[in-house]
C-alpha cells in the first residue's frame, strides 16, 4: 500500500519495479539469476519479464551459447523509468518505518536478513565482479526486499511440509481463515487474508473446482459473495493446519526464541496489527 502510494505514477507492482531496479544496478544478467536476485519464483519472473518487455522497458535474447539461456536487459525507457522510481524508494522505507526508532529498523533488518538466509546467495558461474554503476540500490538494506526473501524462505518451507495437500501458501491461508471464522464474504475474505480482489477470486475459483469451497450470491445482496468450506475442504484445513507448527519452527530455526519474540514484536509494528 506504501509502495503503491509512493510510485502510483509508474504503474509498477512492488515485484517489477524489484526487477528493473536489480537490472538499473547489476545490468544485463540472466532470467534465472534475477529470479534469484529478487527473491521471485521462475513462472513469476517469466511473466515480470513478458509484461514489462510488453510495455518497452526490457529486452531479451537468447544467448547464443545456450538456447536455454534467457539475458535481459533495460531499453533506454526502461533505465528512465527505474531511475525515476527509484528516487521515491527512501520516501516508501521511511514510511514503512514511521513509529519504529533506528535502533529497531536495525534490529529488523537484521533478524530478516538471518531469516532468509541470505548469505546463502549462489549466482550462476560462480562469483562475479560487482558491475559499476552510479545506482548502489543496497536492496538487502531495503525492508520491503528483506520481507520478500524471508518470505520467499517460508514459502519454501511450507510447499516441503504440506506438498501432499496440493495447496500454495496463499490458498491455505484462505482455508486457514474459513477453518477459524467459517462462512465468510468475499471482500471480508480479501481483507482477513491481506489478498487483493482480483487474487482472491481466483483462489477461490480453484478452490472451489476442487470442492473445498462453496460459493453464492448473498440472498439479501446479490452483489455480495459469500464463500465457505465443504466438509471435504475442512477436513483438508484441519490436517494442513497441524503442520503449520513445523513450518513455522522450520522458518526460525535461524533464531533464538527471545529474537522471535523481538521479530514478531517488529513485524506487527509495522503492520499496524494492534499489539495485546
Known sequence: MIFHAHLSEFDLT??????????LERGTCSQSDLARFTAIDHTTIRGIVSRLKKRGLLTTQVDSSDARKVTVSLTSQGEVIAEKAFTHIDDVSEDTFNGIDDTEKRALKYLLRRVANLSLEVVEG?????????????????????LR??????????????????????????????LERG?????????????????????????????????????SDARKVIVSLTAEGRALSAQASARIDVVSEETFNEINEAERVALMYLLRRIADIPIA
Do not use: M, W
Open 14 to 23: 512492488a515485484a517489477q519495479y524489484i526487477a528493473l531496479a536489480n537490472l
Open 183 to 219: 462462512i465468510c464474504s468475499q471482500s471480508d475474505l480479501a481483507r482477513h487474508t491481506v489478498t487483493d480482489h482480483a487474487s482472491i477470486r481466483g483462489i477461490i475459483s480453484r478452490l472451489g473446482g476442487r470442492g473445498l469451497l462453496l460459493s453464492e450470491e448473498d440472498p
Open 126 to 146: 560462480g562469483p562475479q565482479e560487482p558491475v559499476k554503476t552510479p545506482y548502489q540500490l543496497q536492496l538487502d538494506e531495503r525492508v520491503g526486499y528483506l
Open 149 to 178: 526473501r524471508a518470505y520467499q524462505r517460508h514459502v519454501t518451507i511450507f510447499q516441503y511440509y504440506l506438498n501432499e495437500f496440493q495447496l500454495t501458501a496463499a490458498q491455505y491461508i484462505v482455508l486457514a481463515t474459513l
